[in-house]
């Protein structure tokens, strides 16, 4: 043939016409190994699919070709072999390159660590692998560098980029005490950081874990596609065996070889093999690079049909810790007041003391010095401040002293009292000269989170340990629709079960620690603000970090791998609805016939698509500022329910 191409011809040999059935069986042997042992593998385990097809398809292509060497057939078919198995071969290159660059976010994780470490030993410093760190020793990260392992650090104040984790874009402070995670970046500044963790330890490798059993868990989709895949096997074998017969019996045998070898080929289930598990692997690298980490596919699944989002209030709705909302003072001196406050506050380590110092620094304020500190339990705290006798604590001090509020000011506190904020006041001299408001904040995040989540048409429910007035309080503020108040913490899980009952499907949102049993217990449990703490066994998503509105992200990446699934499906069995007739040559009487290698390119073709069409998910921006604007899908039909507090007994 190809002496043909060339235009001319050499004389014949002994043996010549022996060098096509040669080549061609090694490339039978060679080429096609991958699918007979595939096959071989498929039809053992009684579960036939794309392998044993392409198989079935090389051997039947195999043997037409030797007995049309041995004079049986009229068909010059090594040649077509050949292609068969090559372009056969290129598909499955393409399918497993798209499943590789997919897969490819262990890689990118594993990237994040560096290849050696700076360990201090003594007054020196010594550049050792990776594999040498042990629990214990103390290294220094140099700014502009990566964190070699999980540890806390020693000595240092720096900022760390760790949005390879956790998406989070903004750097954050690290100081003495602070835990830090292998591969985030250090800035700013150096650390010098204990080590906690190495090796397969650490939360990275957690991560890795995490996304490979992700990437390899099965999916309902998953299922429906191999069941599919498997009655195709059986479609395609009954159509090839149709269509040798038919074409047999119209006294074509050759043709029926040709187009049952064709038909087995166009039919081979590579696009549905691929329509699946691409769509998870994607979907899984996506979100792990942008702080989401699915450890059960089938909650992914579930996040699409969620009616209604259950938030827990303390640490996912708000920060989880007090910070002073509001100063009055009777001469008008806020900024005073607040500074003599955290003068007196500076010692103590109390949450609310901290609150008060902290709030101080915050607005640049100068604080003075304070001496004689002491602590008065179950009220506050004394101490001397520039001559004068300063005391701040709640009313239990003020009844314990016989102090009087003046009323201007117990008129301010009053509405403060109201909503179950911590009220302490400040005493001089004996005299009360002001009061602060403490209160657990509310990340500036969930008012967005709760509007999204409601533009889409769920039931935003809030659940707290708090008093009714705080929960009602929390939950105007944020314009939530439902409160659950007073609630133990074994309790909630019985709040999860009451929703449920009324029909709704339920996702929880909480902190995984004391919100395990109704995260368990949910459709879809979320465990939010985890950084990278991927031991919540009790969570089927896990968000790195503490922004509600990922959830937003959770029910897009839902939306968009379920979406993207859907399309593959239909694409790979609308497919073979055309291909199968096409290759079996019922357009034969109008010229159109496909051979075996155009119907292989064809097959491989429709696995292109479905790739490609898999890809674009990486266009999908799952970062919680993005996702709290972004709705898709159909315009969204919001309830009206009217606001409620509810206690669970």
Request: negative net charge.
């Amino acid at each position: 043939m190809i002496q043909d191409w060339l235009g001319f011809s050499l004389p014949a040999f002994p043996g010549s016409d022996f060098i096509a059935p040669l080549l061609g069986t090694v490339v039978f042997l060679y080429g096609g190994a991958v699918f007979l042992r595939g096959g071989w593998d498929e039809l053992t385990a009684r579960q036939p699919g794309m392998m044993l097809l392409i198989s079935l398809a090389i051997v039947v292509a195999f043997v037409a070709s030797a007995a049309t060497t041995l004079g049986l057939f009229q068909l010059e078919f090594w040649w077509e072999l050949a292609l068969l198995i090559d372009v056969m071969l290129l598909g499955h290159w393409l399918e497993m390159r798209a499943l590789g660059q997919a897969q490819g976010a262990l890689q990118a994780l594993a990237a994040l660590l560096p290849d050696t470490a700076e360990r201090l030993v003594g007054d020196a410093v010594e550049t050792v692998p990776l594999d040498a760190l042990r629990p214990g020793d103390l290294v220094l990260v140099r700014p502009g560098t990566r964190v070699p392992a999980d540890g806390t650090v020693v000595d240092g104040q720096a900022e760390l980029n760790e949005s390879m984790l956790t998406g989070e874009s903004r750097p954050v402070p690290k100081g003495p005490g602070d835990r830090v995670t292998a591969g985030t970046v250090v800035e700013g500044a150096a650390l010098r950081v204990r080590v906690d963790a190495v090796g397969a330890d650490t939360a990275l490798a957690g991560i890795q874990r995490l996304v490979a059993e992700a990437q390899q868990s099965r999916s309902r989709a998953q299922a429906l596609a191999d069941r599919a895949a498997a009655l195709l096997f059986y479609v395609a074998v009954i159509a090839g065996g149709a269509t040798f017969g038919v074409w047999s019996l119209l006294g074509d045998v050759d043709a029926g070889v040709v187009r049952s070898v064709t038909v087995l080929v166009i039919s081979c289930p590579h696009a549905l093999g691929l329509a699946i598990p691409l769509v998870i692997a994607l979907s899984t690298s996506l979100s792990a690079r942008q702080g989401i980490l699915v450890r059960d596919r089938l909650a992914l699944e579930r996040m699409r049909e969620v009616t209604t989002v259950l938030f827990d209030k303390t640490g996912t709705l708000t920060r989880g810790e007090h910070t002073v909302t509001e100063v009055v003072a009777c001469d008008g001196e806020e900024g005073a007041l607040l500074a003599l406050a955290a003068a007196v506050e500076a010692d103590s380590e109390h949450p609310l003391a901290r609150a008060i110092v902290a709030a101080a620094r915050a607005r640049g304020l100068s604080v003075p010095r304070a001496t004689g500190f002491r602590a008065i339990p179950g009220r506050g705290v004394e101490a001397e401040v520039a001559g004068a006798t300063v005391a701040v604590g709640g009313p239990n001090l003020l009844r314990e002293r016989g102090l009087a509020v003046p009323a201007e000011l117990a008129a301010r506190t009053r509405p403060w009292q109201a909503r179950g904020a911590a009220v302490l006041h400040v005493v001089r001299d004996g005299g009360v000269i002001g009061a602060l408001a403490l209160e657990d904040e509310i990340r500036p995040e969930s008012r967005a989170a709760v509007a999204a989540l409601q533009a889409r048409g769920l039931h935003v429910v809030m659940i707290t340990g708090d008093a009714r007035p705080v929960a009602e309080a929390v939950a105007a503020d944020l314009g939530i629709d439902e409160a659950f108040a007073e609630v133990l913490p074994e309790e909630k899980e019985k709040a999860v079960a009451a929703l449920q009952a009324r029909g709704e499907r339920v996702a929880m949102v909480g902190d995984g620690v004391n919100d395990a049993p109704a995260l368990a217990r949910a459709d879809v449990g979320i465990a939010i603000g985890a950084g990278t703490d991927v031991a919540i066994e009790s969570a089927g998503v896990i968000l790195a970090s503490n922004d509600p509105r990922a959830v937003v992200s959770v029910i897009r990446l839902s939306e968009a791998s379920y979406r993207k699934m859907v399309q593959n499906l239909a694409w790979a069995v609308g497919y073979n609805v055309v291909a199968i007739p096409l290759a079996a040559g019922v357009l034969a009487p109008y010229g159109v016939v496909l051979p075996p290698a155009v119907g292989a390119l064809l097959m491989s073709a429709s696995t292109i698509i479905v790739a490609l069409n898999a890809q674009t998910l990486r266009r999908l921006d799952l970062r919680p500022d993005a996702a709290a604007g972004a709705h898709g899908g159909p315009p969204p039909t919001r309830r009206t329910q009217p606001q409620a507090t509810a206690r669970v007994a």
